[in-house]
């Protein structure tokens, strides 16, 4: 069986597995999710060679955050995760920007990105509202915002990244 | 995008009482990391791609030189 295929039908039952869990609570959430990362890292380290290390580090990275969901009570283990996850969301957007050469950016392009990141921060500090009641602590707090931030950093790229590849997709049919 | 979608309903569901969307973020997860394997193995491709077509034009060009060298 071809390689691309299995992946596809593996992806197809994890997420059949996700989408049955909405409905039916047959395996714990995290337990699910530790797997389902588990399961992409097997298939992450047949693809990956020494030679592009980062993009494993990711799949590496977030199955370890994973691990620490399970145990998602102490304080050290919440930590950890974010640590963790800060780290593999800096080295996909270190991957993402080094793809992008320097965009051109309109006004509106620019009103638009600081409408976003008004809008997501006011979100994050909402959450942060909820973070604060159950656990006071700065030093997490800090992780928690360093995490958010990156998390919208991540999406912004992607975006640049998509509009970028999308416009050579364009420009090869015309 | 899926992995980011997925981090913040996963946000949602510790910090605010969702229990409609409890494990919906685990849908969005394994959907973001389809995709970001999916690119990895296209990137893979293209990269090889690469290198076949330089290493075919190095090959081509090292030949013209020979047979240049051979009329002079």
Redesign the interface.
């Known amino acids: 069986m071809n390689f691309k295929t299995l992946l596809s039908i593996v992806a197809a039952v994890i997420l059949i597995f996700s989408l049955a869990s909405l409905q039916f609570e047959i395996i714990a959430n995290q337990w699910l999710r530790l797997g389902t990362s588990g399961i992409f890292l097997l298939f992450a380290l047949k693809i990956f060679t020494s030679r592009n290390f980062y993009g494993l580090a990711v799949f590496l990275l977030l199955f370890l955050c994973d691990l620490l969901l399970v145990f998602w009570e102490s304080l050290i283990i919440i930590a950890g995760y974010y640590v963790l996850h800060i780290f593999s969301i800096s080295i996909l957007v270190f991957l993402t920007l080094r793809e992008i050469k320097v965009p051109k950016v309109s006004k509106i392009d620019i009103l638009s990105i600081l409408l976003f990141f008004l809008i997501n921060t006011l979100i994050l500090f909402l959450l942060e509202e909820y973070f604060n009641q159950s656990i006071d602590n700065n030093w997490l707090r800090l992780l928690f915002y360093t995490n958010g931030f990156l998390i919208l950093i991540l999406v912004l790229s992607a975006f640049f990244y998509s509009i970028r590849f999308a416009k050579m997709f364009l420009h090869s049919f015309l | 995008?899926g992995?980011?979608v997925s981090?913040?309903l996963l946000?949602?569901i510790?910090?605010?009482d969702l229990d409609k969307f409890?494990?919906?973020?685990?849908?969005f997860?394994?959907?973001g990391?389809?995709f970001?394997?999916?690119s990895?193995?296209k990137h893979?491709k293209s990269v090889k791609k690469k290198e076949i077509k330089e290493r075919l034009f190095d090959k081509k060009d090292q030949s013209e030189r020979d047979t240049l060298d051979v009329y002079r």
Not at chain 2, 22 to 27: F, G, P, Q, R, S
Request: proline share 0%.
């Open positions: 995008m992995l980011t981090d913040l946000f949602g510790y910090f605010v409890k494990y919906i973020d685990n849908v997860y394994s959907v990391l389809y970001l394997l999916r990895y193995m893979k």
